[in-house]
């Protein structure tokens, strides 16, 4: 079946470092992919979509480009602040049989310190 | 403003107990899903719909049931709780294939099973 895969665990950073989270998937088709971020607390929100092979898709200064070749959809940010410290999701949606499904990671834990 | 509203935003069961979590969405959208977060798992898919009146099984369907009775509200029933269905739980609504719509998530239930 579908599946997602990101970077583990928890990712530490001091603040302007510059952010990756890695993120694969495994999918029949060609799914859209998403990036969602989730504070304590809360619900996940949606970050930003691709939905073809070379788009990038960005929100907040962080940005990532669907690549269809290495199929990846990785997470990057060139100066994080504290204020980034959430879990952060990687999903794709797809369509098997013609319902719309869809598959998130597990997430990563971004800690960032001042 | 489009939501997704979850009620109740926590509750303690007893094992062998019935437990009902609502959602109501006011987005008009077609599909609607339950997802389960836990530790080390991220948002696992565990049923879905995508009309009312009819639910369809997702990745960890056993033990839950699901109920669509209209396009704005879908329920997640567990009918003999136990401590391994101890979580959050959350519910979001997609426009589902047109335009790759991403899933708007509730601010989720905190299910603790006793």
């Known amino acids: 079946g579908d599946s997602v895969t990101q970077t583990e665990g928890q990712v530490a950073l001091s603040e302007e470092d510059f952010l990756t989270i890695h993120c694969n998937y495994s999918?029949?088709?060609?799914?859209?992919l998403f990036w969602y971020v989730q504070y304590p607390g809360e619900g996940p929100q949606f970050l930003f979509r691709?939905?073809?092979?070379?788009e990038k898709g960005s929100s907040r200064g962080f940005e990532a480009t669907y690549d269809k070749g290495t199929t990846s959809f990785h997470l990057r940010k060139a100066s994080v602040q504290e204020s980034d410290s959430a879990v952060y999701y990687c999903?794709?949606?797809?369509?098997?049989?013609?319902?719309?499904?869809?598959?998130f990671g597990k997430g990563t834990s971004l800690v960032v310190h001042p | 403003e489009a939501a997704v509203t979850q009620s109740p935003r926590s509750k303690v069961a007893v094992t062998g107990g019935k437990v009902t979590l609502s959602c109501h969405q006011t987005?008009?959208?077609?599909?609607m899903y339950w997802y389960r977060q836990d530790t080390g798992h991220g948002l696992r898919l565990i049923h879905y719909?995508?009309?009312?009146?009819?639910?369809e099984k997702g990745d960890i369907p056993d033990g839950y049931k699901a109920s669509r009775p209209s396009q704005e509200n879908f329920s997640l029933i567990l009918e003999l709780a136990s401590l391994s269905q101890t979580a959050v739980y959350f519910c979001?609504?997609?426009?589902?294939?047109?335009?790759?719509?991403?899933?708007?998530f509730g601010e989720g239930t905190r299910l603790s099973v006793l």
């Open positions: 979001a609504s997609s426009a589902g294939i047109y335009n790759n719509q991403a899933p708007l």
């Open positions: 691709a939905s073809r092979d070379k």
């Open positions: 999903a794709l949606g797809e369509t098997p049989g013609g319902n719309y499904k869809p598959t």
């Open positions: 719909s995508y009309v009312a009146d009819s639910t």
């Open positions: 999918a029949s088709g060609y799914p859209a």
């Open positions: 987005n008009n959208h077609d599909y």
